[in-house]
Each structure stands twice: as C-alpha cells, then as structure tokens.
C-alpha cells in the first residue's frame, strides 16, 4: 500500500499561483501511476490531471490546460502540481491519487489510494 499526503493549498488572489504537493510513504512511488482530482462544495469531485509512473504520459482536464501542470520526482515519491492563473472557479479540496501499475485513468473510481485533501481558495 501508500499512503499519500498533500500539501501546498492556501489562500490567492485570482492570477495568483500555488503548487501542490504529493508526497508518498510505504510502498516504492515509482510503481504508481498518479493524479489530481479536485472537489467543490456542491459539486462532484473531479479529474483535474494524471500521470504515469514515469511521467511520460500525462493527461490534463480541459478546464485548466495550459494553466496546469502535472510533474513527479520519483526520487522524493513526490507528485507536483503547479497552478498559475487560478481564478475563482479553481476554489476547491485538491485531492491527490494514486494506482499501481496504472495509467491516466480520469475516473476516480479508477484510482484505490487516496490523500486527505487539501484546500485551495481563490479570491476573486
């Protein structure tokens, strides 16, 4: 199993910018396809970017390409990502993932281990 632990949210002003943290414990990282999801009060959580174990394949929702960037450090079993031109409608609980052996699977059913979440706030 891992154990996945974000950090990095915060509060910003809209234009701002955050990066996300991932970090990953048990288990060796580098045999887990990775993701972000986000969730909004109200609102299903939902697919924001992936990865694969080497990082060669990466997949982004439409809703932040361009904005978004997904990365990982295998060296530190840590998971990135860098959020520049937040606007309000990126206010949400950044969730991140993670899946042995997988892909850049967009469903979160996809997807067995799980952080705890971490909150991002953009002021408008």
């Known amino acids: 199993q891992v154990q996945l632990v974000e950090s990095g949210g915060g509060l910003v002003q809209a234009g701002g910018s955050l990066r996300l943290s991932c970090a990953a414990s048990?288990?060796?990282?580098?045999?887990?396809?990775a993701a972000w999801f986000r969730q909004a009060p109200g609102k299903e959580r939902e697919f924001v970017a992936a990865?694969?174990?080497?990082?060669?394949?990466?997949r982004y929702a439409d809703s932040i390409k361009g904005r978004f960037t997904i990365s990982r450090d295998n060296a530190k079993n840590t998971v990135y990502l860098q959020m520049n031109s937040l606007n309000p409608e990126d206010t949400a609980v950044y969730y991140c993932?993670?899946?042995?052996?997988?892909?850049?699977?967009?469903?979160?059913?996809?997807?067995?281990?799980w952080g705890q979440g971490t909150q991002v706030t953009v002021s408008s």
């Open positions: 993932a993670a899946v042995l052996w997988g892909g850049t699977y967009y469903s979160a059913t996809a997807y067995p281990y």
């Open positions: 048990g288990r060796t990282f580098s045999s887990y396809a």
């Open positions: 990865l694969t174990r080497t990082g060669n394949n990466i």
